[in-house]
């Protein structure tokens, strides 16, 4: 057969694609009751996750030393280095894992407001942080926020690689079957009816705390974890990878080519280099999804030419022991400080000097960071984003570091004397110890991670208790001064007191009876100013033909899109479980142009929802804490200090 035929038999497949702790009583500026809090700890009952299910592991009845009963269970997820090439650090699983199963506990979700303005720079010189960023929908209610966020998500969001034809895990977002729901909001504080004026730590810490991910198919023991990063990324990592990435259909294809291939050539070398060949000049990504060598053709066609593709993503356990990290030894729950919200806790017990768990980090300039305000074409700062309260950094160094390991974020502040826990560079073989040599300009340019922390235990601890850093001098001075300027009301004068008011957590689970008019929503959210309405709203294929543009029957489910509108009037439909309702919807275009439609549902509640107005939650105002938390001198080379 010429190539010519074989080129033409090949067409046949080849195809393009492309919290509150305690109760409301104590405030985080009330010294003595946080020094009480500290001593004896305070009421758990409102924990949604697993503290207590660790603190009731961590004791045997017939003895008090809860170190001779540690948790059985080995490392569940290990970080080691990559199967894919130039991928730097993995995620794996040491257990099988049934489809549909959630992994591991609820994480961080910290939402960047308006990066592209506050740090224009992103234009032409992309940070390191950047690499790690999503859209906002996975914070859900997120992405009304601001006009344009992007979320940092903890933990597996920001560790797991891409591989399009392994993918494996994805964000569990609950509010898709129960859109009512937000689904990161397991555990709020801020905004809602404890969100007092006592409050000093309001606007501090991030609103989306549950952030879940969960399995797609059945993992197999060893498997490392894949996420799918969008259909676009793939165009921004073929230059950082150097190569041509192919997609899950690629590798589909390559699959029957391959299969076709040894059915009517067996193991023709001639004939597979023409294959080779043709493809590369129709689909470069299809030519990289197949094997090399004719002498791989069978094992390719055994494994998949994707799992071919990344042979290493299924390790022994005995190679995770070797070559990985556990990032079991911590788990969000609800912390012993009051007004702290959530905190980390121990899993297992750990012998002092012992190693919690290990996590990269992502290296960034503190002036990336800052916020600005914009009047008569003047910039000026005005603050900084919320994720700096989640940085690592040196009073003397504009160098940060963020933390990408579960549960590392939720690590509290302690005094020296009460702190369990320490930072060090990671004796681990993938820290690139090389780098401590490298220029503060070196740093800031960096394009991967290479540098990771220990988190160490300064005396022995026991499971379920509560693991402390101490977050330095200058914190703690920052942290002072703003108990003051709160009280003084210079800072909390910015804040509305919603004590006992609806959240939009209360009129989203409250079903069809959430639906309110204009006026009976105006007087229900009376005490919180800041709750707003949104439709699903998508234009019909026809609404640019319609007479006047503007009164629109139905609706259209391609893309929906949650946009502000008013309810004019409801009511249920007879013999269904839904509701027809009238509501005026404001659309804007890509251009910005904003168009008033009046709508008609026959839908249920589930197209609408309520949620705060932009800007107006509590770490968007001026007078939120903001402050880093501290390094020591021996952790920073001094060639980093530039302040």
């Not at 003397?396 to 004397?417: G, Q």
């Not at 705060?612 to 390094?631: N, S, T, V």
Request: charged share 25%.
């Amino acid at each position: 057969m010429s190539s010519r035929q074989l080129l033409l038999l090949l067409s046949v497949y080849i195809q393009c694609s492309l919290v509150n702790a305690g109760g409301v009583t104590y405030s985080r500026g009330d010294k003595e009751a946080y020094l009480i809090a500290r001593r004896s700890g305070s009421d758990l009952k409102d924990d949604p996750f697993h503290y207590k299910q660790i603190r009731a592991k961590s004791t045997d009845p017939s003895t008090s030393n809860a170190n001779n009963y540690d948790d059985p269970d080995p490392c569940n997820t290990y970080l080691a280095p990559s199967s894919i090439p130039l991928a730097g650090l993995g995620l794996y699983t040491s257990k099988a894992i049934p489809k549909e199963t959630l992994l591991g506990t609820p994480q961080l979700g910290i939402l960047l407001q308006d990066p592209d303005f506050h740090d224009p720079s992103r234009a032409y010189q992309q940070n390191l942080l950047g690499n790690y960023v999503w859209s906002a929908t996975p914070l859900r209610y997120g992405e009304h926020e601001v006009q344009h966020g992007e979320s940092v998500c903890v933990g597996i969001g920001m560790m797991a690689n891409c591989h399009y034809g392994l993918i494996n895990v994805d964000h569990y977002s609950k509010w898709k079957n129960e859109p009512w729901l937000d689904g990161t909001d397991n555990f709020a504080v801020e905004g809602s009816k404890f969100s007092t004026m006592e409050d000093v730590g309001r606007g501090g810490y991030t609103w989306h705390s549950g952030l879940r991910y969960k399995s797609l198919r059945d993992l197999e023991a060893g498997e490392e974890m894949f996420l799918n990063y969008g259909p676009q990324w793939y165009e921004n990592a073929e230059k950082e990878f150097g190569g041509f990435i192919p997609s899950k259909d690629h590798y589909e294809q390559a699959d029957e080519i391959l299969e076709t291939f040894a059915r009517q050539y067996n193991d023709n070398k001639r004939a597979y280099e023409i294959i080779l060949k043709n493809t590369d000049a129709s689909d470069k990504r299809l030519r990289t999804a197949l094997p090399d060598r004719v002498e791989d053709v069978p094992a390719a066609i055994d494994m998949g030419t994707a799992r071919f593709s990344a042979r290493d993503s299924i390790r022994s356990q005995q190679w995770l022991k070797e070559n990985g990290a556990c990032l079991d030894n911590l788990a969000g729950g609800t912390s012993t400080i009051p007004q702290a919200g959530k905190g980390a806790f121990a899993t297992k017990s750990i012998s002092k000097g012992g190693v919690i768990t290990t996590t990269p980090l992502v290296t960034m300039g503190r002036e990336h960071l800052k916020l600005f305000k914009e009047r008569n074409g003047r910039r000026r700062e005005a603050g900084h984003q919320l994720i700096l309260n989640y940085f690592f950094g040196h009073p003397d160094s504009s160098l940060l570091f963020f933390p990408t390991a579960p549960s590392v974020s939720l690590i509290n502040h302690a005094n020296r004397k009460d702190a369990n826990a320490m930072i060090r560079w990671s004796t681990l073989p993938y820290h690139k110890s090389e780098w401590l040599n490298s220029s503060l300009e070196e740093m800031k340019k960096k394009e991967a991670t290479g540098l990771l922390f220990d988190i160490i235990a300064t005396r022995d601890i026991s499971r379920g208790e509560e693991i402390l850093l101490y977050y330095g001098e200058e914190w703690e001075e920052r942290w002072a001064q703003h108990i003051v300027n709160w009280e003084s009301k210079s800072s909390s004068r910015n804040f509305t007191d919603t004590l006992g008011a609806k959240t939009i957590v209360d009129f989203n689970t409250e079903g069809q009876e959430a639906i309110k008019t204009v006026a009976e929503f105006q007087q229900e959210s009376l005490n919180n100013p800041g709750i707003m309405t949104r439709c699903g709203f998508g234009l019909p294929g026809d609404a640019d033909g319609l007479n006047d543009g503007k009164k629109l029957k139905g609706y259209s489910t391609n893309d929906p899109k949650f946009v502000p509108c008013e309810i004019l009037d409801y009511g249920p439909i007879e013999g269904t479980n839904t509701y027809a309702y009238q509501a005026k919807v404001e659309h804007t275009s890509n251009t910005g142009e904003k168009t008033l439609y009046s709508v008609k549902y026959e839908l249920g509640q589930n197209f609408m929802v309520y949620t705060d107005k932009p800007y107006f939650r509590d770490y968007y105002r001026k007078g939120a804490f903001r402050q880093f938390i501290g390094l020591s001198d021996e952790i920073v080379p001094s060639q980093w200090m530039d302040l």
